[in-house]
Structure formats: structure tokens, C-alpha cells
């Protein structure tokens, strides 16, 4: 098992500490910015992906091209861009590489919490620390308890702050972190989202992911023993879903917005190589003609991949129209919303993937070509929270008319 220190000796300055990031002021500079740069990342995306390296380089450009503080509101110094150009740019490095475009998902979602639940002290200090290129990971979900919902990791008052004890897995974003938000419980099963340094003392980091897509987003184990946090870094958790709030509906739209890039992706993967084996046969079949099976598939994938990009938008229009003021149904509006393009993009990601896979042909090494990594990404990534779940809910208010629960899955 590789533990933190063990990943690269120079982490110390990728991490800590961080360096005066560029500030973004508005939505068409952020995408221009994210389109630059994803072109660069794509670059050893394939490689990245076949030797299991991790991306600390990407990850800090990334960061300091001041893509991860556009949600920073305005009154706080950042863009506070809107929701779709936010999915937007996560698809695009999902297309890219799908474990970069995860990466920063977690960061928006502690971020959007912090917007709901935080005090204006806290705001501002955290903020500010974004602003300048700070990266936050996550410390959400726990593998021995027996649901999903139940949480053991404690947090204990303290005179000169808090304590945390405990231990997270699927940490994705920790090893790239200057802060990790863990999720905790005090002794009163009042929840918090503590946002510890990743240095602090009694915090091990570990490089233990073995999942076979998503195999570069840094999505450990993270312990914790007896880890002091000061009390302005530590928010309320449960009041983001007791009350109406976005925080559920924006974390999945981030999650469809990864699938729907990959979607796109593999689509345009799966055109190019198409075309090529199309050149070489005609450059060496007479009176070869076209495959309608073929291009049947590829009707049948475009269309799909357009539908989700659409629903998307629109899942980011209920987000962004519900923003100014949330109220039960413009949430639950919201949250259905982003439930569709995410069951969508799910199914359309999984078809287009393995697609690419069908139709470009068995020439070659698909592995060495890194044809599989769209469909093993994918298919990773969808297990993250089940779409059968999406369909029910919706065809419950459909049906019924019974909102949807709020919580971090929807």
C-alpha cells in the first residue's frame, strides 16, 4: 500500500503552499480558458490513464488557471458563473480525461455548501483561500458502515477548537487537496463539514484506489486521528438538505456533466476512426460500399448524445432559475430536472463508450490506442449513485406528484 508521502516527493510543492492563482471575471473567459487548456491535457491523457499516473501537474494548472473559484459568488471577488457553463467545462475535461473532469467536482460541491450554510466569516476566509488557487478535495463517504447514510467518523469540541477521529474512503480529490471537507458527526448526530488542512497533524492520505476507469482521480482512504481543526473551518452540513437548497441538484449536475462529456467524447472518437477505416477501404476495396448497419449506430448515438447535452442545459436553467430564491418546488423542479440528463447521460455515456469499442474495429491494440479508457471511465463513474433511483423518483412525481427527497443524489 502507498501512503501519501510515498506518491511523489515534491507533493509539498504542488500542495503547500499555494500560489496566487489567476482570477477569472466572467463566463466566456472561463470557457475560453477551459478549452485551452483541455487541449493540453489531452495530451498524455492516454498514457496517464495506462500507467496509472497521477495528475498533480495537470491538477495544478488547472487550479491556478483560476477555473476552480468561478463559482465564488461576485460579492466575494469571483465570476459566479452560471450552472451550465460550469457543466460545460466539466464535460469538456471529462472528454478529455475523464479523472481530471472528476476531480474539481467534489471542490464545487464543498464550495456550494459552504455558499448555503456557512457564516460570513467563513465565507470570506474560504473564499479568499479559493481565490488565491486553493483546492479542496472531499472526505464524504465511508465503506464500513453498513449504508450509505450511516457516518462514523466523530467530531468532539474542544477549547481551542475540534477533533476528528475516523476514517473516509472514495476520498476522490484528496491527494490533489490543500483542504479536505470530511463530513462529520458530533455527539448530538449533528452533521459538519470540517475543512481540515491536508497537512494537519494525524491526517494520512492513501493512495489506495484500484478502481479500472477513473484511475487517476486520487480517490482514497483518508484517516483521520485525533486531527485538530479550528472552529471557523468547521459549517453546518445537515441544514443544506433540511432546508431547500441547491446543493443536491448543482452535485449531480456535475456528475451528468462528466458523463455527458464523455458521451460526446467517444461519439467523436468513434466518427474519426469510422472515416479512416472508411479511407482505407476505399483505398483498397473496388465498388466497396457503406455499411448501413453502421451508420445506423452512429444516428442512433448522435442523437443520443444531443438529447443529453440538451437536458443538461436545461437541468442547468432550473438550477440557475431557482438560485435567487429557493422555495420547495423550484427545488424540487431543479432536482428532477438534473435527475433526467443524469439517468440519461448514464445510459447515453455507457452506449457511446462501448460503441467506440464495436465500430472502430478490432485493428490494432485498442488498449495501447486507449479506446477502452472512455467505456472504463464510464462505467466507474456510474456506479456512483444508481439512475434506477432517477427514473423512480421522477416517474413518482409524475405519477403521484410526491417531490423528490432532498439529498446529495438528487
Not at 214 to 230: D, P, R
Not at 358 to 384: C, F, I, P
Request: proline share 3%; hydrophobic share 40%; aromatic share 8%.
Amino acid at each position: 500500500m502507498t501512503t501519501y508521502q510515498d506518491i511523489n516527493k515534491t507533493l509539498d510543492v504542488h500542495n503547500h503552499p499555494f500560489a496566487q492563482a489567476h482570477i477569472i471575471q466572467n463566463d466566456q473567459e472561463a470557457l475560453e480558458i477551459a478549452q485551452q487548456l483541455s487541449q493540453q491535457f489531452k495530451e498524455n491523457a492516454v498514457l496517464r490513464d495506462a500507467e496509472r499516473i497521477l495528475p498533480f501537474d495537470e491538477i495544478k494548472a488547472f487550479s491556478q488557471s483560476g477555473l476552480w473559484a468561478i463559482t465564488v459568488p461576485r460579492q466575494y471577488g469571483g465570476a459566479e458563473v452560471s450552472s451550465h457553463t460550469v457543466a460545460k467545462i466539466i464535460a469538456l475535461f471529462s472528454g478529455v480525461d475523464g479523472s481530471i473532469g472528476q476531480i474539481p467536482q467534489n471542490h464545487f460541491y464543498a464550495l456550494e455548501v459552504l455558499r448555503n450554510t456557512g457564516t460570513e466569516q467563513q465565507k470570506k476566509k474560504l473564499y479568499s483561500e479559493v481565490l488565491q488557487g486553493a483546492r479542496f478535495g472531499n472526505a464524504l463517504a465511508e465503506f464500513k458502515t453498513k449504508t450509505a447514510a450511516q457516518k462514523h467518523t466523530q467530531i468532539s469540541q474542544t477549547e481551542h477548537g475540534y477533533v476528528v477521529n475516523g476514517e473516509k474512503f472514495y476520498c476522490t480529490g484528496s491527494l490533489f487537496a490543500h483542504r479536505i471537507p470530511t463530513l462529520v458527526r458530533d455527539a448530538e448526530e449533528r452533521e459538519y463539514l470540517a475543512f481540515i488542512s491536508a497537512d494537519a497533524q494525524g491526517l494520512q492520505r492513501i493512495n489506495d484506489w484500484s478502481g479500472f476507469g477513473q484511475k487517476t482521480t486520487g480517490s482514497g482512504t483518508v484517516k483521520f486521528n485525533q486531527v485538530f481543526v479550528e472552529s471557523e473551518y468547521v459549517i453546518r452540513f445537515d441544514t443544506a438538505f433540511s432546508e431547500p437548497t441547491l446543493v443536491g441538484p448543482f452535485a449531480q449536475i456535475m456528475h451528468a456533466a462528466i458523463e455527458t462529456g464523455i458521451a460526446r467524447a467517444a461519439f467523436e472518437e468513434t466518427i474519426e476512426r469510422v472515416k479512416k477505416a472508411r479511407a482505407w477501404i476505399d483505398a483498397n476495396v473496388e465498388h466497396a460500399d457503406q455499411d448501413p448497419l453502421t451508420i445506423y449506430e452512429l444516428g442512433r448515438v448522435a442523437a443520443d448524445v444531443r438529447a443529453s447535452e440538451v437536458l443538461l442545459k436545461q437541468a442547468a436553467q432550473s438550477i440557475d432559475a431557482a438560485k435567487p430564491q429557493p422555495t420547495v418546488e423550484n427545488i424540487a423542479k431543479a432536482s428532477l430536472d438534473v435527475a433526467k440528463v443524469r439517468a440519461h447521460s448514464t445510459e447515453t455515456a455507457l452506449k457511446a463508450s462501448s460503441k467506440l469499442i464495436e465500430l472502430a474495429g478490432s485493428r490494432g491494440s485498442q488498449r495501447a490506442d486507449g479506446l477502452d479508457r472512455h467505456w472504463r471511465n464510464v462505467r466507474v463513474h456510474t456506479l456512483h449513485d444508481a439512475s434506477r433511483w432517477k427514473y423512480y423518483f421522477i416517474g413518482n412525481y409524475v405519477l403521484n406528484n410526491i417531490l423528490p427527497p432532498r439529498r446529495g443524489t438528487l
